[in-house]
């Protein structure tokens, strides 16, 4: 199966890609089964290795040593670390959008299919490998700037590409009113993992454990469909 950038990297709302940081391509390669499962080993390894040590001082030979495999293999699938770190950031911006596009084919209304929704991402959103994505895209961005650029042009872009459709179909239902459902992706998903965000960012200790997360992910879409006036 070819190793290729994803459609999803058309996607994009808020930015002109044409103007985002150039970010080299992935290999174009052929994989076997074993081959994917080499690639997959890879991309596991270097997410713990980049939470040890860092984007910036994260070796390939560490790498290869936790996966297996060589270091030839590793460059003819990823090209280099970079291309690895691409791969890590285009494997979460996959997850984001599945769970994103859930919504839209569950038929629920917005007071069942956003917690839904929500509780997915929050998932997704305490695996190690988001902590590696946000540590590289915002603690590490002004060092690596191709990669921070790719994310917020495509990942983010196509995230909230695909809630807002969301919201502008609800809309158009008669089961939503927002002035504009794009502003109001951004402003639900900033207000879901704003600050899960700045914690994975900044590698700090003391996660919110799971039971904590699903309680400010319940509060937040609460206070987006309700609102904090009373009526």
Known sequence: MPLSNSSELQENVYSNVDN?????????????????????RF????????????????RLS???ARAGGSLATLYRIFGDKEGLAHAILQRRMDSHIGALRGISL?????????????????????????QVVY????GE???????????????????RS??????????????????????????????????LVVRLAS????LPSPEQLKAEVQASVELFLRGALPR
């Open 20 to 40: 985002a940081s150039p970010l080299r391509a992935l290999p174009q390669v052929d994989l076997c089964k074993r081959g994917e499962i080499r690639a997959e």
């Open 43 to 58: 991309l596991d390894a270097a997410t713990e290795v980049f939470i040890e040590k860092g984007y910036q001082h994260a």
């Open 62 to 64: 560490e790498i290869v």
């Open 106 to 130: 569950s038929g629920l209304p917005p007071e069942q299919a956003l917690p839904e929704m929500a509780m997915r991402m929050a998932a997704i959103m305490s695996q190690p490998e988001s």
């Open 135 to 138: 540590r590289i895209v915002i």
């Open 141 to 159: 961005g002004h060092s690596f700037p191709a990669l921070r650029d790719w994310f917020f042009d495509h990942a983010v872009a196509a995230s």
């Open 162 to 195: 695909t809630l807002a459709d969301y919201f502008q179909q609800e809309v158009d239902a008669g089961r939503l009113q927002l002035a504009s459902p794009r502003m109001a992706a951004a402003q639900f998903y900033m207000s879901l993992f704003g600050d």
């Open 203 to 206: 590698g700090a200790s003391g």
